[in-house]
């Protein structure tokens, strides 16, 4: 399974980005894809979570400004009102099944800076 992560780039505060995610494979064969993310200095952190079938969950610092979805072949992560402290580069992830190997994209670099 290949995943590819794009659509980071500059953007200002209160601005908007969307993110894509494109799998190798369709969707729906995988229970569980996430956006991570990784700030400098930090640990990564679990930003949202999609579950086929299930409502998606979203860490407390982006609930209400940011909204997962998947298409056919393709996983996005909306961004709006973004803030400086959104700045990370975020990566997808997806498993085929709950206790299945887990698949890495490479990293997107949002920047939010005016």
């Known amino acids: 399974v290949q995943l590819q992560a794009s659509g980071g780039g500059l953007v200002q505060p209160g601005g908007s980005l969307r993110l894509s995610c494109e799998a190798s494979?369709?969707?729906?064969?995988?229970?569980?894809m996430e956006w991570h993310r990784q700030a400098p200095g930090k640990m990564r952190e679990l930003v949202a979570t999609s579950i086929r079938g299930g409502f998606p969950k979203y860490a407390d610092s982006v609930k209400g400004r940011f909204t997962i979805s998947r298409g056919s072949t393709t996983m996005f992560l909306q961004m709006d009102k973004l803030k400086p402290e959104d700045t990370a580069v975020y990566y997808c992830n997806a498993r085929e099944t709950y206790y299945g190997d887990l698949y890495w994209g490479q990293g997107t670099l949002v920047t939010v800076s005016s």
């Open positions: 494979k369709r969707l729906e064969l995988f229970v569980v």
